[in-house]
């Protein structure tokens, strides 16, 4: 069932909240994670917002809907009308494409300062894919009409939305290239650096990811199975180029993995 939003508060995500000189707070470190090429560009979308100011983020908190989503919920639906856009406050939302077969790819994994709802940001039209909260998830809902007349009233505000669409080109453009050029060894070796740059840690040269994602997620994201995915982890473990415990995945050699990548 789709999630709808609650007219009982209202509220703009963190890029609105600025503290210091325009920087979010520390939340918005967590970054998004999707198939790319250039790590630099990964968590790009997360500032659409920041080139506004306090009285353009006062006419988008007036026409926004809060909404709280809980783990394994989900935001709308691929076929579902399209309304308007979803502003992530907190938490992380899973963006995925489902086959005829039923089949599913995950496009991304966004986190504080995106959006999610594109690419029709002014409603209309049907969602071509699904959204999920990965785990307990604060969301500004943005009804299309009333941005449509914000874009078409505070230029500031339309190109604010431009650059969160072109960060949103860009992700799903480099998604395409990676599927379309990259082996899916390739594309698991790539994500478990992506993985380790965004969400892990050093440990002297070696890299450090926190098992937070499945082998089913990873599966999901680079186009495989579980079983595959298994299999192909250990075959990386067998030549030394990662470790892998209960909670982590550890990569000894990120020059070797690079290489399988």
């Known amino acids: 069932m789709t999630t709808h939003a609650s007219n009982s508060a209202k509220i703009i995500p963190h890029p609105a909240k600025r503290t210091g000189k325009g920087r979010p707070p520390p939340e918005a470190k967590a970054s998004a994670v999707f198939l790319s090429e250039a790590l630099s560009q990964i968590n790009e979308g997360a500032t659409f917002l920041d080139r506004l100011s306090l009285d353009e983020i006062e006419r988008l908190r007036a026409i926004s809907s809060r909404l709280t989503v809980e783990e394994g919920e989900t ?3 691929q ?8 502003l992530i406050e907190s938490g992380r939302v899973r963006t995925y494409y489902a086959g005829p077969s039923g ?3 995950t496009l991304a994994y966004w986190t ?3 959006f999610c709802g594109g690419p029709d940001v002014f409603g209309g039209g049907l969602h071509i894919w699904s959204a999920t909260a990965v785990e307990r998830t604060k969301l500004s809902y943005l009804p299309g009409n009333k941005l449509r007349h914000l874009a078409e009233t505070v230029p500031k505000i339309a190109l604010a939305l431009i650059d969160g669409a072109v960060a949103k080109g860009k992700c799903y453009s480099a998604l395409v ?11 698991l070796a790539q994500l478990l650096l992506i993985l ?34 298994t299999s192909t982890l250990s075959r990386f ?3 030394g180029s990662i470790s ?11 020059d070797d993995l690079r290489l399988q990548s």
């Open 196 to 229: 380790a740059s965004v969400d892990g840690r050093s440990d002297d040269s070696k890299m450090i990811v926190d098992r937070r994602i499945t082998r089913e997620q990873l599966a999901n994201i680079v186009g495989s199975t579980r079983q595959w995915v």
């Open 244 to 254: 892998i415990d209960r909670n982590t995945i550890i990569i000894n050699d990120p």
């Open 79 to 86: 076929g579902d009308l399209h309304s308007g856009i979803f």
């Open 237 to 239: 473990q067998r030549s």
């Open 103 to 105: 089949k599913e790819i």
């Open 177 to 187: 290239q990676m599927l379309g050029t990259r082996s899916v060894t390739e594309r």
């Open 75 to 77: 935001i709308f639906m």
């Open 112 to 114: 504080p300062g995106h």
